[in-house]
Structures are given as C-alpha cells and as structure tokens.
C-alpha cells in the first residue's frame, strides 16, 4: 500500500531519452519513460491496453510508441491512434498517463489524481545542477520495503556501527548525540550537532583536519520520502550548542526513496559539496565514499528484512533514538488513512449519484 | 483448471523408448511413459502409491517398473505385483494408468474418464509421417498459462510486429487483413487470404519469388489447443477473392499446446512442407526459421504474463482481431463448465445412491 | 508446527568457538550460538530486539555481543546494557536466550519452557567422544520437512533399493526380513536381524568376509528425531533368530534431525566403530560410505518431496513395512497435541486470572 498522490522520483534525467523506450515499476506500476523531439517527457502505463503487453519493447514512431505485439500505436497522450487490422478505434483504447516533471536532473512522476499533481509541490534539489555544486548521479536497487530504508535515515546513529570506515568512523561520540526532532509539513527535520568528534573517514578523505571537528547532518525528510541535507564540519570550535562552521566543507545530500514493490526499492542519491570544484578526483571520493556507505547499508537492512520476515509477529522494542522514525511512520500512516477515507468518500458520492 | 475429458499431446514418439523411463508433468499430473516390449506405450501416474516418491527415477523390470525407493513393483497396468517385506499386496495398491495412444508421431494421453476414450477423436496430423512430406519435430517450453499461447495463435496479425525477419516480414499489409472466423466442433476455423503482399523472409530463403505472392493461412484451432493448419503462397494471380494457389509452396503446420501446470507449457510443432521434399537443407531452413519465430513468441508472451502478473485487476480492452481468441476461450469455459457440471451431477447421483 | 519442549542438536561443538558468532535457524528461529570466555555456551535469539536486524552480524564485546546497525550491547544472558544515544535502558529491551548444553560432541538447545529443560533428559550418545570408538563429524542439510527423514530412517526396507552400492548391497534378502518394533518412552525401538546375506559394499570396503554375515541393525527413534543405534554384522552363523556376533564389526550410529523450517532440515550423524581404531583409512572409509548412502536418501526424499508438492490430497496407501514409521508419526502427533492442549490451558489459567 503506498500513498498516490504525491511526487515520486522515477529517474535520473539522463536515463530518459529521446531514442529509447525506458520502463521502470513504481509502487507497483510499471511506467514507460521517453522524449518527445522537444524534448519533454512522457510517462505512461507500460502496458498496452488491448492483451498487457509492455509497451517498452515497443517502437517508436516519431512521438508516439507502437506495441510490437499486434501493431497498435499510441500518441504521447496514450490514445491509441492506429490498430492495423481495423478503421475505427475503440474509443475506450487508451493507456493511462501520468503527470510528469524535470526537475533539476530528477524525473518526477504523480501516480495518483491527476488534477492534484501541482509542480510547486516538488522538493528543491537546486545542488544537483547548480554551478557551484558538484556531485555524481548514484542509484542502488533494494530488495526491501522502503520504510525499513526511510528508518535507516531517520536515525543517525547507526552510521559509528555501519559505516566505521566511512561515513561514521570509530567514534561513537557521534551516535551518542541527541538529535533534536521537529514536525514539519509532511515530515520531520532533524537536527544533528556532533561537537569536538574524530573527522569521518570520509571528510579525512579529502581535507587534512589536524584534528577535532564540530559536525553537523541537519535534513528534512518529508513525503513520500525524501532527505534533503545540510551537512558539513568544521574544525572544532567552541561554539556549543550549534558548534562551528568556519572553515567547514559543506554538502546539500539529496536522496529520493521510491518503492518498485512491496519488497523493493529504488533510490536516487547525490551529495553535492561547494569545495575543490575544480577537482573531480575530490568529487569522485566522496561519491565513492558515500556509495560504499550505501553498500553498508543495503547489507544490514537487507539482513534485517530475512530476520523479519521469519517471524511475523516480532515486536520492536521503542528507544530514544527511534523518536524521528516514528513520527515518520505516523505521517506516513496519517496520508493513506486520508488516501483511503478520500476514496471511500469519493465511492460512496458516486453510489448516491446512481441510486439519486 | 484444465479440461480433463480429451486428448493431449504428451510426447514425440522417439521420446518414449524400450529403455528409459520418461516423465512428463500433463495439466499438473506427473506421467510417466514408457514403452512395453512388445512396442506400446504405458502412461502412468509418475508417482508411487505408497509414499509418493516418483517411479521415473525408479528400474524397468521387463514390462513393470520397481519403485526404487522401497522396492514396491508396478506392472504395465498399474497394479503393484510386489513388495519386498510381505507377501499379501493390499488390493488398493495401485497406481493409476491412463489411455495412451501413438498416432503419427505423437503420443497422446488421455487425462480424464477413461471410459470416454475414443482414439477417434484424435485429429488427424498424417503429415508429421507422410512420405510425400518432410518437416523436423519442434519442442519448446513456455513459462505462461497455455491460454496465452492459444490467444497468439488465434490472431495472426502478430506477424508484421513479432516476426518481421522470420514469419511475418515488414509489410504490414498482412495484418490488415479480415481473417475469416467460424465456429466448428470444438473450436474455431480461421481463413485468412494475404494478396498481393512481399513473401515473408522464411519464405524466400528457400525460393526466388521475384515479386509478391498471395498468401494464406486456414487453420482449425480445436480443444484442448492443438493447431493444424494449410498455408502457403503462390506467385500473386488476379484472383481474389480466394488468391493464386498456382505454383505455389505449401504447409501442413501441426501444433499442439499442452498444458504443464498453470504458469508453465509443453509445446509441440512441426512445420511439414511439400516441395523440395529430397532437399534436407529446405527443411532445415523452414524448421529453423519456424523455431526462431516461435522464440520470438515466447519473449513477448513471457513479457506479457510478467506485465499482467503485477496487475491483477487489468482489463483488457476488445478489438475486432481478438474475435477468434474470444470464440475459442468461449469453448475453453463451456466444457470446462461441463465437465464441472458432470462431475456435480455426479456426485449428485451417488449421495442419491447412498441416500436410497 | 514443531515440538517445543525438546532437546534439539543445534551444532557440532567445534563449530560455536570463542571468537565468532554462530547462527543456525532451528524450528523457524534463529538462533545465535558464541562461547563465553570460560567456554560455556551462550545461545540467544539472533535477533535485535530494537529493529530486528540479525546479531550475528554484530560484533563480540568480551562475553557480550553488539547489534552492529545502532550499536545496542547484549550481555550473555540477553539483556541490553548499553545503548549509545540514551542512559537508561527499557528494561524490556531483552533478547531471548535458550538452555544450552554441551554433551559428547553435540550443541543441544531446549526451544520450549526454560523451566522444564531438564539436562538429564539428553540422550546418551557417548560413542562420539569415547576412546574405544572412532567417528568423523557428519552434517547434510535438507530441503524438505524433518518429518520425511524420519520416515526414511524408520524403515530400512529401503536399504537395498536406494544403497545398492554402500549401505544396501544388491542382496534383497535384507528388505524381506520384518523388524520387530517396540513402543518405548517417546519413541520406537527396532530390531532388525538379517541372517546369512551379503555384507553390504561399505562392510567388504574394510574387511574381507569370505562369505555370508548375519547382520544387525537395532535402533532407537526418539524425539524429537534422534537414531542411537547398535549395528554390525558378523560371519554367517547358526544361531537364529538372533544371529551370530561372534568375530562381528560393531558400530554405534548417532544421528540427529533438527528442522530448520517447515521445508528444510539439519541432519547431524557420526558411525563411531570399535575395531581397527588405529586405522584412520578405516574410519574415513566408513564415514565416506555413508556420507555417499545419506546422499542418495538425500536425492529420493527431496525427489518425494517434489513430488507430493504436486498433489496435495495425495492418499498413501499403507504397507507392512511402514509400522514404525506411523508410530512414529503418532507419538509426533500426540506430543504436539499436548503442547497445544498445555498452552490453551495456560492461556485460559490466565484468562480466569484476569476475570478474577
């Protein structure tokens, strides 16, 4: 059960083209991706409407794509314009679109109500092609849930006993941490001061910090999940409670959490910095960095989705630092209660439109 | 769910041998098979009747078979003959035989009442060992439900999309036509006259037709699935309605889809021709291209159960081509409704019996 | 559905040490196995209780163990008493620890009521570790449930058809001969004399016997599913019914079957013998000849088991030689029968307890 209406992130820009059919399955329907020759993007049902065959080994045929099963061809609007064996075309013979957006290198799609799908809605990724930004495209594939993923996030302090070797380093100084958790409209914001800690291995990686540094992981992470970051460190300071940010490197990490399936996942992830952008080799560190980091974690989560699933009926017992998780889940709970009252509702008019 | 009361085809006879033990799962049924020595075929239930284990991997005996996991013997009719640690054999130990005819390389099993056998019912594929034909015995597996195949095979404007180097071509003209659909005893018969169009690819790789032919298709599609068709092409004439049978190269197609289990298929073909008969590269090259095409197929039905797999609720919208596919599903339901009904009414009748 | 109030083998000793975390799955749970300093035991639930990611991923702490994905600390009797993020701990936060013992070579863990695990109940396979008897460790996993091992090791009938060349021989003599089989204390004990047949493979592998053996096989099944048997084989004597020990080779087979899940099994076995201890060639031949025979029951049973995969309402039909086999089963049944009638109990005792 995933929420409808709401933006998801279905790709990278790159990987739609004007040439090339691109398929990718989000919650649980898959989408054919491509260009128009101006350039714009169609998103649409992968599936034609005459047997179910995926469009996506299809043809295209200027801006329409052609089912390579029995010929039928689609406009970019979905309305099938062509069936060879037959002059009139059933008016009903079309395949759904969805409402599609480029945004700063992502491709959004809108799977519920159309009507609703307002572009002003999308998150600001500006990093991800700002000039004075750098970052790499990453995406893994999950063979979970999302939200085993989106717990992940919401909860820092595995990254000492995760990621010691990368992103967290041996001092668990920094899982010790009390972030501080806020509500915000669709989601929580999470700030994380980390003051006087060992350098991440990571940061080590690309700057000479000749000792302490004063850190910070301050994010939104907000329907139907997606973290967006200011983080950095500075060498130690003694600015408590909010620590120090001269001399600091800073990042703007963007991650993009979108369901393929009940039990898997895709995820977009990029970490722009603002320094050395003139060195690509310092660019490629930190992206390294960060997706061995993710390797980390696809492990452990993965690792944790076998335990689960041997028993059912296994309760988790609450902590502390479980705080942003919960109230993340609760949000989470809160929209497809309202998803699924909404349409009820929507139901029972119709059924009084009839019976009226 | 699978029709019980009718012929299948379960094997090529050069499958089923003195020596070996040969099994093969029917309509979900493991069957074994065998050969006596005196040449005929034994069917049988490929399981034990003591503790299941399957007697294909047990020991031919003369004309029984030893299961070889506890040593029980199982005579040609089922009957088992011996057990090594007793002496009295209890009389229901048996296990279960079915009717089991070889006519013109085919073996063909009977599923159901056996007592509704008739060997006349098998349709006639004398062309699989005619001396005036030649074709190769065709084999492959499909990992669908067997209706999927059935629906490919009922429409044949798929050609021009699915096979455009094999058995279709790229002229499209072949798929605007009309084919012509009646309803026979047990199934469909579809006509379907191509004039004037580019002979397909498999066809000119074993003649120089120096221009276009008239090209046609008339098959009988019958329960369970089996196809037998006449096709061919001529030099294309004036004469239409019908087209030009002058000069032409000609087809006798037998194939036959039998059911596995639900998701997966048996499917047995070959493609006899009449012409270059003492030319063993001719018949090489159609049943080369035949076996191509027909891999074509199953890529784009395998990619089709996939698609409809992740929609269960997916409608499909009618066109006019799809009306042979629906007059055969029609028949499918009905005599499965049948054979429910019989099987209802007769269980009816014994609680009667056992009431009185 | 399995026995809960049982010694089950979970491990050969030497596979749970000091430095590592063990883990095996037994009756559906995972269980996480490490030794203490002092080399005792600990077995523990390998679960976190936090977020349910697996322990034996985590890290050893001197006798306790961390959950590497946030860093919670487990002593040896499974409470939490560290959490890096927060001061005091859940007194809740708690991960189930079993009864553990060690006993001649074999890990056994009790999965029921701690209170009824009563050491003393461990059946004696003091053969695995004596001076006089020599043995190799055996360990096959399964994918089938334990219940069709257990029938498989009730009825040796099977010996000459699945253990031609090993633990069988082509001598059927040995399938004809009718056990004797006992009710015993969870179980059934069978006693099988073979008189005047051919030693099997694996005895003429290490001895030569110039002629025909009486041979012995006299066992105990008990539950959950352990096989101590008293087996050998000496020359061909006069003295029926019992046979001839007179110049025998003796062993003392142990073997342990422990579900893993509904669908998989670990099968623990040993075949200490007492004579040419000093041979390790002796030994190993023994241990290979068996290993290869478990194979082959490996092959028919996961065989069997496909094959009653395939019909759900499959009805054996009962022979002579399945007495112990069905004893077994029923003692199996009316234990878990009892579980369950204990647990209702209990949980009306309580029901009663909170109306009052």
């Given amino acids: 059960m995933f929420i409808k209406n709401t933006w998801y992130v279905a790709a990278w820009d790159k990987e739609v083209t004007t ?44 801006d329409c794509v052609r089912c ?39 491709v959004w799609v809108w799977m519920g109500d159309p009507a609703k799908a307002d572009p002003d809605l999308i998150p600001d990724t500006q990093w991800l092609d700002h000039p004075d930004w750098r970052s790499l495209d990453g995406y893994i594939h999950y063979d979970v849930n999302y939200l085993l993923i989106c717990d992940n996030l919401l909860d820092f302090s595995h990254l000492a006993f995760v990621h010691p070797t990368t992103l967290g380093g041996g001092d668990t100084t920094y899982a010790a941490v009390q972030p501080k958790v806020d509500r915000i409209d669709n ?6 001061w980390a003051l006087d800690v060992e350098p991440p291995p990571f940061a080590k990686a690309v700057k000479d910090w000749g000792g302490k540094v004063d850190r910070w992981n301050i994010y939104n992470f907000t329907l139907p999940a ?73 492990e452990i989560i993965t690792a944790q989705k076998r335990s689960l699933a041997l028993d059912p009926n296994f309760k988790m017992v ?21 998803e699924g009252l909404e349409a ?5 008019a119709t059924a009084d439109t009839v019976k009226a």
Same sequence: chains 1, 2, 3.
């Fill in 226 to 298: 997606t973290l967006l970051m200011d983080s950095g460190m500075a060498p130690a300071g003694t600015g408590a409670p909010e620590g120090n940010r001269q001399g600091a490197i800073e990042f703007r990490g963007c991650q993009a959490i979108t369901p393929e399936n009940e039990d898997s996942t895709h995820y977009f992830f990029a970490h722009p910095h603002n320094f050395s952008i003139d060195k690509p080799e310092v660019t490629k560190s930190i992206h390294e960095s960060v997706v061995q980091a993710f390797d980390e974690d696809r």
């Fill in 68 to 106: 390579m099963y029995h010929g039928l061809k689609f406009d970019a609007a979905g309305q099938c314009v062509e069936a060879p064996a037959q002059k009139r075309i059933p008016i009903q013979a079309k395949v759904k679109t969805f409402p599609v957006v480029q945004r700063h290198r992502w």
């Fill in 19 to 62: 040439e090339n059919l691109f398929s990718r399955t989000i919650i649980g329907v898959p989408v054919l991706m491509y260009r128009k020759e101006d350039g714009s993007i169609v998103a649409m049902e992968d599936r034609c409407c005459h047997r179910g065959a995926p469009l996506s080994v299809g043809r295209r045929e200027g």
């Fill in 187 to 192: 989601g929580v914001r999470i700030t994380r």
């Fill in 344 to 348: 009820a509702s929507a139901q029972a």
């Fill in 318 to 338: 609450p902590f502390g630092m479980d705080a942003a998780l919960n109230q993340f889940r609760w949000v989470v709970a809160k929209c497809l209660e309202e």
